[in-house]
């Protein structure tokens, strides 16, 4: 007959190679499914981007003539008033503070 100790390092054997096989296995399939996952994306970001620089079926509209001239209008306006704007610089004490103005 076949000793009881022999039987439990022989199943234990068989479970370790099934669990390292299965692992093994696990990680094919993982890095099958990432390889086909990053190809998956690289197709998905070209398609997007073809779309985005117009070369592909949604092109950019040509900006409006009178759109530019009024972003031109604000622009030059909002320069303006960033030059106008005074700044006041308030004192501070030596500890910290601010000081009053006086």
């Not at 990680?27 to 970001?45: G, Y």
């Amino acid at each position: 007959m076949v000793d009881e100790l022999t039987l439990l390092i022989a199943l234990g054997t068989l479970n370790l190679l099934g669990s390292l096989g299965l692992a093994l296995w696990i990680k094919r399939e993982l890095e099958d499914s990432m390889a086909q996952l990053d190809n998956s994306l690289a197709l998905a970001l070209q398609s997007t981007m073809e779309k985005l620089t117009g070369e592909g079926a949604v092109a950019f509209e040509a900006p409006n003539p009178i759109q530019a001239a009024l972003g031109q209008v604000l622009m030059s306006i909002a320069q303006q008033k960033m030059n106008t704007v005074e700044a006041t610089v308030t004192p501070r004490d030596a500890d910290g503070t601010f000081k009053a103005l006086e």
